[in-house]
Nanobody, 123 residues
Framework: QVHLVESGGGLVQPGGSLRLSCAAS????????MGWYRQVPGKERDFVAS???????NYKMSVKGRFTISRDNAKNMVYLQMNSLKPEDTAVYYC?????????????????WGQGTQVTVSS
């Protein structure tokens, strides 16, 4: 079984910064894509950023230039540095892994989600 645990959320003023971390644990051989989604109550979960195992990145247009995603493949961790935060960035942020290859022979899902961490941007 694979588990994702996020940390680093909190309350920050507009223009401030936060760094989110996510640790993936379990019998993992490799993870093709690690990234972040966010969700506001009553809305669909929305893509924020992702990073491939070899370093390719994708960002939601509204966060480009403000957010930076990074990952440590040896530790199965992914990070999201969020700068110049805006009130509209307020959401629950979820860690996401796609294309997970398990070390064990047993079959399992290729996609996993964390429990979410709250980010609130307010003065």
């Amino acid at each position: 079984q694979v588990h994702l645990v996020e940390s680093g959320g909190g309350l920050v003023q507009p223009g401030g910064s936060l760094r989110l971390s996510c640790a993936a644990s379990g019998s993992i051989s490799s993870i093709n894509y690690m990234g972040w989604y966010r969700q506001v109550p009553g809305k669909e979960r929305d893509f924020v950023a992702s990073m491939g195992r070899e370093g390719s990145t994708n960002y939601k247009m509204s966060v480009k230039g403000r957010f930076t995603i990074s990952r440590d493949n040896a530790k199965n961790m992914v990070y999201l540095q969020m700068n110049s935060l805006k009130p509209e960035d307020t959401a629950v942020y979820y860690c996401h892994c796609f294309g997970v290859v398990l070390s064990s022979a047993s079959s399992g899902p290729h996609e996993y989600w964390g429990q979410g961490t709250q980010v609130t941007v307010s003065s």
